[in-house]
């Protein structure tokens, strides 16, 4: 194992029992017995090939924005890419960048450059890489439309895929079936635009978000995918479950699709809760919510 580690520390920081509750939104996990930030996608892929030929257990996560992580401890490798991973480049309107890029902040800084596409992000919290694997979206629009190809680490080395060959659809994506698969980098197609009305939207709908959304407590974003004709919130809303508590886990009283840790929740307590939620809606009206947050260490 030390040697193991001393091959991968030439290509990125390495800390031994990093608690998930730090490292995710949602504040809440066991520890990780091996977390590595590779310096750059490069990095990334020799760490990658390095731990391929391991028995080693890897994962890969971006800034734990869409993660439940359970409440027992990681027995294996983490690597976690939004430290360093998220340099970014241009040529003309086309975008190159990290996967461990935070969403929200490229959508700033397109925008300050007078770039569109990106607008639709301004308050969704993860990475680039997490959002091309759910397929991420709002104000009806998806990071699908102005994808590109995105670099893809599959166990034989980094490859990228054709927007047509990641097989997007609503909060899907191939990468969704194959786990061992790890986005590294993405190029986006932009367009030109004006500065300061992108910059107008953005804030416009950063502040809607702000007003319609449980910002003061941690969270992992959305709970569940929109089922239908009825919005997930609304069919959580309509079996009189807006503020139901498990321990510290709690629907939150602002926007029922969320629940929040109000204080030192457990994972069990969240996924209790989120049971609870799925049996009252089918029981009540006959709807499966399918959870959008992804649980990891289960």
Not at 114 to 141: C, D, Q, R, V, W
Not at 163 to 189: E, M, N, P, T
Not at 200 to 223: E, H, I, Y
Not at 235 to 247: S, T, Y
Request: glycine fraction near 10%.
């Amino acid at each position: 194992m030390k040697e193991l580690m001393k091959r991968i520390s030439v290509y990125g920081d390495i800390e031994y029992n990093r608690s998930f509750a730090d490292c995710t939104t949602l504040r809440i996990g066991g520890n990780c017995e091996i977390m590595i930030y590779p310096f750059n996608v490069a990095g990334a892929i020799a760490i990658l090939d390095i731990l391929h030929g391991s028995d080693l257990p890897v994962r890969v996560i971006g800034n734990g924005s869409n993660l439940l992580v359970s409440d027992a401890n990681y027995h294996g490798v983490v690597i976690c890419l939004n430290k360093y991973v998220n340099q970014y480049e241009l040529d003309g309107t086309v975008l190159t960048v990290g996967a461990g890029a935070s969403i929200i902040a490229m959508s700033y800084a397109m925008a300050k450059k007078g770039l569109s596409g990106f607008e639709f992000a301004a308050g969704i919290p993860g990475t680039i890489g997490g959002a091309i694997y759910m397929n991420a979206g709002a104000y009806k629009h998806d990071i699908s439309e102005i994808v590109n190809s995105v670099l893809v680490y599959d166990g034989n080395g980094a490859h990228w895929l054709t927007q047509k060959q990641c097989a997007f659809g609503y909060r899907q994506s191939i990468f969704q079936a194959h786990s061992d698969w790890v986005i590294l980098q993405a190029k986006f197609d932009l367009n030109a635009g004006d500065a300061d009305k992108i910059l107008a939207l953005l804030d416009d709908r950063r502040l809607r978000r702000f007003n319609s959304q449980p910002l003061d407590f941690p969270s992992a974003g959305s709970v569940f995918r929109n089922p239908g004709d009825m919005l997930a919130w609304q069919a959580i809303e309509a079996v009189g479950l807006r503020g139901k508590r498990i321990g510290d886990a709690m629907v939150s009283e602002k926007h029922c699709n969320f629940i929040v840790n109000v204080g030192h929740a457990k994972a069990s307590d969240f996924y209790e809760l989120v049971q609870l939620i799925q049996r009252e809606v089918k029981s009540k009206l006959d709807i499966d919510l399918i959870m959008e947050v992804e649980r990891f260490n289960w």
